[in-house]
């Protein structure tokens, strides 16, 4: 699995443990709707850190515990 994979499941999962949608974050990040689909699509290759950071703090979690989960834990070099 790749990074942008792995962080777009971990907010995937925050979301439904929440059970918030996408607007939803992204009102709660100060970022707009289009930003977190964006984000959340196949097709985006990369992502941007201070967007993580603002969704983060949207959802009152620290980086630090975002990228703690066990997801993080496999994933494939980025490097090709």
Do not use: W
């Amino acid at each position: 699995m790749r990074v942008k994979e792995a962080i777009v499941l971990r907010f995937q999962q925050l979301c439904r443990e929440r059970k918030i949608k996408y607007n939803e974050l992204a009102t709660l990040a100060g970022v707009t709707p289009s930003t977190v689909y964006s984000m959340m699509s196949e097709s985006r290759k990369d992502l941007s850190i201070i967007t993580v950071k603002k969704l983060c703090d949207g959802l009152e979690i620290s980086l630090s515990d975002f990228f703690e989960d066990p997801i993080f834990h496999r994933l494939e070099q980025e490097i090709r």
